[in-house]
């Protein structure tokens, strides 16, 4: 019975950070190899980091990416030889790493172990839709040949396969398909099979997305059992270069089954996944499948025997546990993975911008309230998870020293927020004492430090300097916008200063629902490095309040906010805005963003699926949607950047394109309109 050991292991990288990156990855290394684990799978170009844009076209980078191998090889040489005698058994890892050959960058595997790298396995299918360009960077592998890629070291000039590679161990023969390899429909596990592939593992780096997660889990399954074999899929994690989150997903799979699975939105910088599988189970169903390649290289080596290890196995991590606060995340679920997503984004935001905690201006509405809530997830996801001692630590890396000595846990927990996050209330006349008091309770039911400014006489200083200018008083019959977005501009500045004396990151409040169709002020209620909930709609972010609130009885903070109908404020009270007699149903507006955004639908398609939806209003709501849509594609391009959370996103830089100036589909709404009168005569 041949039992091998096969390890997974997702790291939380950086671009461009070479000895964190290169630390992270060794201190993986070591824990697989003293865990007596033969086969290593770390995530794709885990070397340089995925997002390193167009840094990628940097030589300097590339030598520097290839010097980092060299060195992570030379570690691993000595790493096996100290532990030889110990073990006497084989240990390969796949290491993610850009290298540079005949004018062309490519996306690679090697593979690596006691003998060196023995097999360079660049990237056949490159990922270049939604948030991914890999095609500006990377060339494409194309067939199944190999070539010899030569370089020089401190011994002379050395060389190895690059290309179409399969590692042959004896009874353990590994191959390799990276990330977008296993999603094509021709995928490179069909002639890894056929040349008697029997492990084969994924390096990835695989963006989160609301429900992604199950996906991979059945091109592992499905790999697995199609290929006859066992299969290692490896993701990276954590928020490696600003909007992607990466979720740390780590299968094993062995006949057709997951046998093994890591913990998702770890706040470790790495997570090691291993399972003992028999090879003797997948291989006797292979026999007489093989069908060499005539181009492919197998590398062999057949003196190398198995560990010693007594049974299969491995472990399975379906809900995620906590001390404090929420007792489970189930992370099959669209609102419990986004707290978990958005709370290690906005820590390792924190963490690589080298911020010291947040400002937020807190209006006492559904949206300021959400993301005050997502850092209180964040501190209380890193302290279940790290513990108080390496939390502490981690954030005197920061630069935060805190004094949490004789604090109980959720005095510790108090501590944290109030020193991470501070919040403001900035009320003119039109704000409700209803929304402070909101603001208020919710602030110090987390511990949140907390500040009211009274805003008004800002806002009476602009008014009267532009009466002056133009020779008139402003009203509300011909003014309407300019004494709105007065009010929401004049919170950016106390803000803004609050955030640079702190050093810390201002976060932005808007969401996709108004993103959409620009319900927003610039450089007002916009202004921050960072827009956390942009990502989601504005009905997603209310139910997953009621959820957060339901879901930690304790926590108490949010039930003046959700007695609240979501309203602006910027108009007198008497008045009584709201944001959907401003726009439309919430419910209808994220139906047509979404046949917009998702379906690319023309505004005569929607008009008819509204109709047939029996949505009264339809044509005077998507008349308003792509009027406003169209008109305001100028804010999205300045947004702060934002989590990509599904693939619905509205980012310009990564996702939904849309020009700036068009002609915004007014001939065909025209045409609607008309049509419409018609039909009524």
């Not at 058994?89 to 060196?116: D, M």
């Amino acid at each position: 019975m041949n039992l091998i050991k096969l390890g997974a292991a997702a790291l939380n990288q950086t671009p461009l950070d070479w000895e964190g990156n290169k630390k992270n990855i060794t201190d993986a290394i070591v824990e697989a190899f003293n865990d007596d684990v033969n086969v290593l799978c770390l995530p794709e170009l885990c070397v340089t980091g995925y997002g390193c844009e167009d840094a990628f076209f940097m030589q300097s980078v590339l030598d520097k990416a290839w010097e980092i191998t060299l060195e992570i090889e030379l570690f691993i040489k000595n790493l096996t030889k100290e532990g030889w005698e110990k073990r006497r058994t084989f240990f390969i890892v796949s290491i993610g790493a850009p290298v540079a050959r005949n004018g062309g960058i490519y996306n690679c595997s090697i593979l690596t172990g006691h003998a060196g790298i023995q097999g360079i396995i660049p990237k056949k299918n490159l990922c270049s839709d939604g948030v991914h360009y890999e095609s500006r960077w990377f060339k494409a592998w194309e067939g199944t040949s190999y070539e010899a890629l030569e370089w020089h070291s401190d011994i002379g000039k050395r060389t190895a396969p690059f290309g179409c590679v399969l590692l042959d161990k004896g009874a353990a023969r590994i191959g390799v398909e990276i990330c977008e390899d296993a999603w094509a429909a021709d995928r490179s596990g069909i002639t890894l099979s056929q040349m008697g592939a029997n492990i084969i593992i994924n390096p990835s780096a695989s963006h989160f997305a609301f429900g992604k997660d199950k996906v991979r889990k059945r091109f592992v399954e499905e790999g697995s059992r199609a290929f006859k074999c066992a299969y290692v899929y490896a993701n990276l994690l954590g928020n490696e270069s600003g909007r992607i989150i990466f979720d740390g997903d780590t299968y094993i799979a062995s006949g057709g089954k997951i046998v093994s699975k890591g913990r998702r939105f770890s706040f470790k910088k790495y997570e090691l996944t291993t399972a003992v599988v028999n090879l003797d189970k997948n291989s006797k169903y292979q026999t007489g499948s093989h069908k060499p390649s005539q181009t492919a290289r197998v590398i062999r080596d057949n003196k190398i025997t198995f560990g010693n290890f007594k049974k299969e196995g491995g472990n399975l991590h379906p809900l995620d546990k906590s001390s404090y606060g929420r007792k489970y995340y189930d992370l099959s679920t669209d609102k419990d993975c986004f707290t978990r997503a958005v709370a290690l984004g906005l820590w390792d935001y924190m963490r690589k911008s080298h911020s010291k905690g947040f400002v937020l201006s807190l209006s006492g509405g559904a949206d300021s309230a959400a993301v005050a809530c997502l850092v209180r997830s964040m501190v209380i996801c890193a302290y279940n998870e790290l513990g108080s001692k390496l939390m502490l630590d981690k954030l005197e890396e920061m630069g935060i020293e805190i004094d949490t000595s004789s604090l109980s846990e959720e005095g510790f927990i108090r501590k944290i927020i109030e020193e991470l996050l501070t919040c403001v209330y900035q009320g003119t006349k039109n704000s409700s004492d209803t929304t402070e008091r909101a603001a208020f309770n919710l602030a110090a039911s987390m511990g949140a430090k907390f500040h009211t400014i009274d805003v008004q006489p800002m806002v009476d200083s602009y008014r009267g300097v532009t009466e002056d200018m133009l020779g008139r008083e402003l009203n509300w019959e011909t003014d309407d916008i300019a004494l709105q977005n007065i009010q929401a501009r004049v919170r950016a500045p106390s803000v803004w200063m609050m955030a640079n004396i702190k050093g810390a990151l201002l976060l932005s409040t808007s969401n996709r629902s108004e993103a959409a169709v620009g319900y927003a002020t610039m450089d007002g209620d916009t202004c921050g490095g960072l827009s956390p909930i942009a990502g989601v709609s504005k009905i997603f972010l209310l139910e997953w309040l009621w959820e957060y609130s339901s879901g930690d009885p304790e926590f108490g903070g949010l039930s003046g906010v959700l007695k609240l109908k979501p309203s602006a404020e910027l108009r007198p009270q008497e008045d009584e805005q709201s944001d959907e007699d401003d726009l439309m149903p919430y419910s209808v507006l994220d139906k047509i963003e979404k046949m917009v955004v998702l379906d690319k639908m023309s505004p005569t398609d929607i008009v008819q699926v509204l109709e047939a939806s029996n949505v009264e209003n339809a044509l005077t709501y998507v008349e308003k949607f792509f009027t406003l849509f169209t008109r305001n594609q100028w804010k999205r391009e300045r947004y702060a950047p934002s989590f990509h959370l599904d693939d619905e996103s509205l980012d310009p830089k990564t996702f939904f394109r849309f020009p700036i100036l068009s002609a915004g589909f007014s001939q065909e709404l025209k045409m609607l309109r008309q049509e419409k009168m018609r039909k009524a005569l």
